[in-house]
């Protein structure tokens, strides 16, 4: 992600102030001009950037600070905070109710990636346990319904539209009369586009949202406008109610840092944003996490949202089951493997998960490290299983690694067409994923309720430390960080902390 390279430019400016022997004038300066340049860079606008250098100069007023202070805590904290208040609009976005019937519009330009979204929406929340279905009003462009069509049904999501009607306000409202009556409770309406922000657009849009009164307008933007995101914005907010934003094409363009500012300049607030064509390619932004992902701090609160959408829910009693009692067995990961594949392009969040070294999905190379777990997976398949077995141990239920003796490295190699090389590196995987779980051994006793959210609440900052694998922790501030960290989430106070708490 384009946005990767931002944040690291600001986070290797923080680094080299922090290095500096003595932090004076001249360090912060150069720190912030770094910083201004790399966010310029990203089409951010000049005079948001020159408001915040101001705003951190007044707050870090390194003559008043006495020498005990740790200025580069508090310099780091200003730079956080300037950061999240460029990116916040100051209001929350309308949030479906699950279980209600909610219909939500879909406004933009053609080939913001409209479309995409729409699915890349239903897709999200379908996993999350809603019912969406999608209803093609988009009559303008052709292709429009065959391709929302190929979408849904790749997605086995419900879908309306028509080939011969040219009615969107027609279309819309038959489809959203049709899923009301299925019971849906997240009715997306895709709406047509042009390729310039013209009267006839606005109008269409206008009538379907009369029509189908909407309980959300979403308007789905590209981020590769930059800052000219705002006057877009700002045209549609006034021709529809635009409730919120999405910004698409994150991935691909250095603009993305300008154009996310300049949608919170309207007020008007991104909820989430896309990464890829993809169906899940798509993250929900939220301000404080964003930030503190963009400047390498991770983002636990999110690590335990992945966590839970990891393991499916009817699973995850059974999976604390088998924590608890210290057993990580070979089917335990073979089920993990499982889940992490069915999420698709996941490099970032493997990376966070307890055990999995980052090098195994390693970003930009999410495809090879999908690969490897497949082949981990067929060599699984040739172990001994309820089902192929005739001798007395059931080779993917056992979490003995001395089990695994030289024989049955060959006899797996060779049940699954894979050199023995691969397997024994598949069960030095296994051991180090295992040990990585055992630090986790009797929190699923904690966890009374059975499910993840009551396992992360009893989780303490020690227990977690052992948990996550170096780097991250390191990435944390250590254990101080971590401790910070948690601390702040679970009070559900300003997560500001996410940011400092190391040892310096
Ligand atoms: N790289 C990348 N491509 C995207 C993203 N979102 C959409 N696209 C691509 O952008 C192109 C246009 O997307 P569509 O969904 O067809 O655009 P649209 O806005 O619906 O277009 P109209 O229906 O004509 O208004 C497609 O090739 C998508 O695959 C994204 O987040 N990243």
Redesign the pocket.
């Known amino acids: 992600m384009v946005l990767a390279q931002l944040g690291g430019s600001i986070s290797r400016a923080i680094q080299q102030m922090s290095n500096a022997t003595v932090i004076d004038e001249k360090a912060l300066n150069d720190c912030l001009n770094e910083i201004t340049r790399a966010l310029l860079q990203s089409d951010v606008q000049f005079k948001l950037v020159r408001d915040m250098q101001t705003n951190i100069k007044k707050i870090v007023n390194l003559d008043d600070l006495a020498a005990g202070h740790n200025k580069r805590k508090i310099i780091q904290q200003a730079i956080f905070n300037e950061l999240c208040k460029m990116l916040d609009p100051g209001k929350p976005s309308f949030a479906p109710k699950k279980g209600k019937t909610n219909v939500v519009m879909f406004v933009?330009?053609?080939?913001?990636?409209?479309?995409?979204?729409c699915t890349k929406y239903a897709y999200y929340h379908q996993k999350k346990g809603w019912k969406p279905a999608l209803v093609c009003a988009?009559t303008f462009?052709a292709g429009?319904f065959d391709?929302l069509k190929q979408n849904a049904t790749k997605a086995k999501i419900p879908f309306y539209g028509s080939y011969t009607e040219s009615d969107p306000v027609k279309i819309a409202v038959e489809g959203v009369e049709r899923f009301k009556d299925e019971n849906c409770d997240l009715i997306i309406v895709d709406t047509?586009?042009r390729h310039k922000q013209e009267a006839s657009l606005f109008e269409e849009m206008r009538q379907v949202s009369e029509a189908t009164r909407p309980d959300l307008v979403i308007f789905?933007m590209d981020s590769s406008i930059g800052q000219a995101a705002f006057d877009q914005a700002q045209a549609f907010k006034q021709s529809v109610a635009v409730g919120a934003v999405i910004i698409?094409?994150?991935?691909?363009h250095a603009k993305g840092g300008g154009a996310l500012s300049a949608v919170a300049a309207t007020k008007s607030p991104v909820i989430f944003i896309?990464?890829?064509?993809h169906m899940d390619?798509f993250e929900v932004f939220d301000v404080k996490p964003f930030v503190s992902r963009l400047l390498g701090m991770g983002d636990l609160s999110g690590f335990m949202d992945k966590i839970k959408e990891v393991v499916p829910m009817d699973q995850q009693p059974e999976l604390l089951q088998k924590l608890s009692e210290g057993n990580f067995t070979l089917r335990v990961m073979y089920e993990q493997f499982q889940n992490l594949l069915k999420m698709g392009p996941i490099g970032q969040v493997f990376s966070m998960l307890p055990g999995f070294s980052a090098d195994l999905m390693p970003k930009g190379h999410e495809k090879e490290g999908q690969a490897k777990i497949k082949r981990y997976m067929t060599m699984m398949d040739s172990m001994t299983n309820q089902g192929n077995t005739r001798l007395p141990v059931l080779e993917l239920d056992n979490s003995n690694p001395k089990l695994m003796n030289e024989s049955r490295m060959m006899r797996i190699a060779r049940g699954s067409g894979r050199p023995v090389r691969e397997v024994m590196e598949l069960f030095e995987e296994y051991k180090r994923i295992a040990k990585a779980w055992s630090n986790m051994k009797g929190l699923g006793k904690m966890a009374k309720k059975g499910d993840m959210s009551s396992l992360s609440r009893n989780m303490n900052a020690q227990q977690m430390s052992k948990a996550l694998p170096p780097q991250m922790l390191k990435q944390f501030g250590g254990m101080g960080g971590l401790q910070n960290l948690m601390k702040q989430m679970g009070s559900g106070k300003d997560m500001m902390g996410m940011f400092g708490g190391g040892d310096k």
């Open positions: 933009g330009l053609q080939g913001s990636g409209k479309t995409t979204t988009d462009r429009a391709q047509s586009g789905v698409t094409k994150m991935d691909g896309g990464t890829g064509e390619e």
